[in-house]
């Protein structure tokens, strides 16, 4: 999951991306990959990804750090949000 476009953080990027709001619950093992700040994922690997979370972004910030993004996506995973 890398970045799909101005305005917004991506954590993964893949076809069909969840909006972080709208991410549920791990209901089984899974696992976060976290693309590169600058380049994101490569494209050999974006297939073998099931899903993205895309982290909608308001202001002039384009991305966020990939440690901050990461960990995001790991609280809403766990469900703790």
């Known amino acids: ?3 799909l476009g101005t305005g917004t ?3 993964f990027t893949w ?3 969840y909006r ?3 991410l549920p619950m791990a209901r089984r093992p899974t696992v976060a990959v976290l ?3 600058r380049d994101g994922i490569p494209p050999e690997a ?3 990804l099931e899903t993205a979370v895309e982290i909608p ?4 910030g ?3 750090n990939v440690a901050v993004a990461g960990s995001l996506v790991l609280y809403k995973l766990a469900g703790f949000v």
């Open 1 to 3: 999951m890398s970045g």
């Open 57 to 60: 972004m308001i202001g002039t």
């Open 35 to 37: 693309g590169h700040e």
């Open 15 to 17: 076809r069909w991306p």
């Open 9 to 11: 953080a991506t954590a």
């Open 20 to 22: 972080l709001a709208d």
């Open 46 to 48: 974006l297939d073998l």
């Open 62 to 64: 384009a991305s966020l």
